[in-house]
């Protein structure tokens, strides 16, 4: 008689998930050593091989790929059946897993917890760090319960509710201050310092300056907002950042911050989440808690940026 235990799904899943022993022993919280011997005896139930084991990552089998589909889908219903009990008793308290992407994650995911926790003290937050295809991924696999992206995402699956807006905002070097502040049209001449592919930011300053791809090697990428800011601080070229990153990613460069031109570019940010979570509910009540700290996040980015006086 085969037995197999959640745990084992769980184990399985994750391997599949990162490919790797060590990333998924890690997500797991347990040893690597432990992980193996758990896909191993996993494997011996079964009677075949799950994985293929390469020196720096694995590759799944047949029936790996195909194991790694049922059980993804065995837990994401054991979780909503979980999820369920909650909601009849007390939604908001235990673990909620909470993905953000990088270019709102520093600038409001502190505050955010914060709020939260004070709000619902036995609410165990597990915050996620990714890009938006990857949290959206994870949304839908059931690997995250809700998470804060810039809207549209368009996935069907998935519940979208609006927070608030904000504008785009030019960085550049502090000795342009007095410049006149140029047109999408004009930026398209300057050198532009961008996310690296994966960010929805970069696609959206893209679509403002009516670029398209593939890009002149004349523009720059860069991991993170932090690494643009101090570019355009040496001088190298300028760049464009959302309104709440204002006040973190200008005090420490020598650049000048200026509003654009109307049409402003701007985004909407706003919360995600499976529309079969049972959940769904107290995700609308967090929504409230969350847009309030984002709206008063972009308010305080806003009043950082000078007067727009010296549009051309």
Known sequence: MISISMRHLRYFEALAHHGHFGRAAEACSISQPA??????????????????????????????????????????????????????????????????????????????????VERFPDLDLRPREAVTQRLVDDLVEGRLDTAIVALPVSEPSLTEHALFEEEFVLVRPLHEAALPVPNSETLRTMRLLLLQEGHCFREQALSFCNLSLPLSRDMMEGS??????????????????????????????AVSVARLAAPRPSRTIGMVWRRTNPLAGSFEQMAIIVGAVGLAGAVAGASAVPPDWHLS
């Open 224 to 253: 993170s907002l932090t690494t643009l800011v101090q570019m355009v601080g040496a001088g190298i070229g300028v760049t464009l950042i959302p309104q709440m990153a204002v006040a973190i990613e200008t005090r420490s460069a």
């Open 35 to 116: 992980l193996s011997l758990q896909i191993k005896e996993l494997e011996e139930t079964l009677g075949a091989p799950l994985v293929e084991r390469g020196t720096r990552q694995i590759r799944l089998t047949r029936l790996g790929e195909e194991f790694a589909a049922r059980a993804r889908g065995i837990l994401q219903a054991v979780d909503e059946l979980e999820d369920l009990a909650r909601a009849s008793h007390s939604p908001l308290a235990g673990r909620l897993r909470i993905g953000v992407i990088p270019t709102v994650a520093p600038y409001l995911l502190p505050a955010v917890m914060q709020r939260l």
